[in-house]
């Protein structure tokens, strides 16, 4: 009992630093037009090494960061969409609860969010060049897949240990000799 005690604490603190991240993401979807401008200050700070070393960088941040306040003071409801965006990671973190509370019952959750982040591969690279963004920006936005389905293959492993360990039966007690 005490290795299913051990195993689910460990599936716990996975889940707890993957729902960590995905509030994490949500959340700063929401203030996008502060953030950039922040980012792009910084960026172009005396003490940054991004405009001599990684002008590319400062160009795009600089490119997103002028569309960005162009859409809020002209259309600000095309932003709407980066709030649906945040809303739905936040959702999607509310769901991992599941597999928090009952590991083996809703392993289907840590599947689904598996399939998401192979999803995001084939959206970058689709949708990436259509919307005109650089590819090594698809790459960084694909990393998220890649680094996101690592925990999720851990803990899809740790649940399939526990399955295993709770189908087993229980073993018969030693008789006692006297």
């Not at 203030?31 to 090494?49: C, G, M, N, T």
């Not at 982040?117 to 990393?143: E, H, Q, V």
């Not at 526990?162 to 008789?175: I, M, T």
Request: hydrophobic share 50%.
């Amino acid at each position: 009992m005490s290795e299913q005690r051990a195993l689910r604490r460990r599936i716990r603190v996975w889940l707890v630093v993957f729902i960590v991240c995905l509030v994490l993401s949500g959340l700063t979807a929401f203030p996008l037009v502060h953030e950039l401008r922040w980012a792009e200050d910084l960026l172009k700070s005396s003490a940054s090494p991004v405009p001599e070393h990684l002008p590319g960088l400062l160009d795009w941040i600089t490119r997103v960061r002028t569309g960005l306040d162009e859409a809020d003071a002209r259309y600000p409801f095309v932003l709407y969409g980066t709030d649906w965006l945040a809303f739905a990671h936040l959702v999607i973190a509310v769901a991992f609860y599941g597999p928090f509370r009952d590991p083996v019952r809703n392993i289907w959750v840590i599947e689904f969010g598996m399939i998401a982040c192979a999803g995001i591969i084939p959206l970058a690279l689709i949708c990436g060049p259509i919307r005109d963004i650089p590819f090594w920006w698809s790459i960084i936005d694909m990393s998220f897949g890649v680094f996101g389905v690592i925990p999720l293959l851990i803990v899809h492993r740790k649940i399939k240990r526990l399955e295993a360990l709770e189908r087993a039966p229980e073993p018969a007690p030693e008789p006692v000799t006297v």
